[in-house]
């Protein structure tokens, strides 16, 4: 069972970058396709950008050309680099599985606001 532990979150300001992680465990993690999922208050969990097991990227069109997903599977660990951040990118910032996500993590909360 994949268990899920994000950190980096925190207060920015509009223009600003944070970079997020997520720890995963299980020995498996590397063939798994793994996303990044935001939810805002009073908004639906929505996926932002999603990873697969061979480094092939997606993103959401909020956040194209200013988000990066990428993974290091010998740390069994996917990354998030928010740059150019925006006050509409404020929400908790989870990771997981995509497809079939797993139980989900206590998620990490990103706020901009100056």
């Known amino acids: 069972q994949v268990q899920l532990v994000e950190s980096g979150g925190g207060l920015v300001q509009p223009g600003g970058s944070l970079r997020l992680s997520c720890a995963a465990s299980?020995?498996?993690?590397?063939?798994?396709?793994m996303g990044w999922y935001r939810q805002a208050p009073g908004k639906q969990r929505e996926l932002v950008a999603r990873?697969?097991?061979?480094?092939?990227?997606t993103y959401a069109d909020s956040v194209k050309g200013r988000f990066t997903i990428f993974r290091d599977n010998a740390k069994n660990t996917v990354y998030l680099q928010m740059n150019s951040l925006k006050f509409e990118d404020t929400a908790v910032y989870y990771c997981?599985?995509?497809?079939?996500?797993?139980?989900w993590g206590q998620g990490t909360q990103v706020t901009v606001s100056s």
């Open positions: 299980g020995r498996i993690f590397s063939i798994y396709t």
């Open positions: 990873i697969t097991s061979g480094g092939t990227t």
């Open positions: 997981n599985k995509d497809p079939y996500p797993v139980a």
